[in-house]
């Protein structure tokens, strides 16, 4: 009797050990990743949504040939809302965030320690997944407001967006190229729908937004109020895209915002960042799971972007490296030699 109660005992705490095992083994395939994005009324927010869930495929998950997720094996991916470009690739950079959203303008100065970053380290550790998607620079005010160029801002009370994001740097730059000083206008930091609100309201003459169309809070202040979109065309925007390789000329069509008709303007690209201490073999299978079939068409129908983001794009415009893992999967596929 006593015998096999100390047999039993052994194999029930053998047992606990396997389970433990398993259970250590199992809590080491999981795996997080986060892909900073912007502000939840712009666009990199509901974009990354979608490829978060597109690359994602947690522990239990069906098969993807069952109908179930065709991610990365153990891989949790999120979207994180953030002040946009700026904040992060100091998010990558710093090791808070293992990816992120950013203008392509941005990341590169960001890279090499040159244009807005001058003066800065440069972010030598920064690295490409792929290029997403085409961003327009919208100049929002009300259809009545007097307001039909750039130089009409002069006197204005005009919201730049944050410092930290993408759009703060480009409406600077919009402003010199058009011959006004951030002291010529009275500067506000509003994003999303706060801007938005603050121009129904009078608070403010017009806003920037550095976004690809159509963007979420524009839809919506377009079918609550008159607004228009300033041209950013001209000498101005000519000399933009000559000091500056990665803007170029652009048109919002008529139809992306209700009352609106098409607006030459300027644009960037959006690109996806993350570290070069990033694991190869992770990278690999996430740039991967994000050309998948099966993300295709979570693309195709997660937003009005989607459909845009191809890997016949994913490699326009790039300035920054890329990564080695992202790289590897590019050659496999004929796209690098």
């Not at 047992?15 to 990199?44: D, N």
């Not at 006004?180 to 706060?194: F, H, I, N």
Request: charged share 20%; net charge negative.
């Amino acid at each position: 009797m006593t015998l096999s109660l100390r047999k039993l005992k052994g194999l029930v705490a053998g047992a606990a050990m396997v389970a433990g095992l398993a259970s250590i083994a199992s809590a080491q395939e999981l795996k997080f990743f986060t892909i900073g994005t912007g502000g939840t009324a712009y666009t990199y927010y509901p974009v990354g949504g979608v490829i978060a869930n597109a690359i994602s495929k947690p522990p239990g998950s069906r098969e993807c040939d069952a109908g179930g997720s065709c991610g990365v094996e153990g891989l949790i991916a999120s979207a994180v809302s953030s002040r946009g470009s700026v904040d992060n690739v100091n998010a990558i950079i710093s090791g808070l965030r293992n990816s992120g959203f950013a203008q392509s303008d941005v990341a590169y100065w960001a890279y090499t320690g040159t244009g807005t970053m001058e003066g800065k380290e440069p972010a030598e550790d920064l690295r490409t997944i792929a290029a997403l998607f085409e961003e327009h620079i919208h100049l929002v005010t009300l259809a009545d407001s007097g307001i039909n160029a750039v130089a009409d801002l002069k006197g204005k009370r005009v919201s730049l967006d944050e410092p930290g994001s993408g759009t703060y740097v480009d409406a600077n730059l919009i402003l010199e190229a058009n011959g006004l000083a951030l002291a010529d206008v009275t500067a506000e930091a509003l994003k999303g729908g706060a801007a938005s609100e603050a121009l129904r309201n009078g608070k403010i003459d017009a806003f920037f937004v550095v976004a690809g169309y159509p963007t979420g809070s524009l839809v919506e202040l377009a079918s609550a109020a008159e607004i228009k979109l300033v041209p950013i065309d001209g000498a101005g925007a000519d000399a933009l895209v000559e000091k500056y390789g990665f803007f170029a000329a652009s048109d919002i069509p008529e139809g992306a915002y209700e009352g609106v008709g098409t607006t030459s303007t300027v644009a960037v690209g959006a690109q996806w960042f993350t570290s070069a201490k990033e694991d190869d073999d992770l990278i690999y299978d996430i740039t991967k799971a994000l050309w998948n079939d099966n993300s295709r068409k979570l693309l195709d129908v997660g937003h009005a972007k989607g459909k845009t983001i191809t890997p016949d794009t994913a490699l326009n415009g790039v300035g920054v490296p890329l990564h080695a893992g992202a790289e590897r999967f590019y050659k496999e596929i004929g796209l690098l030699k």
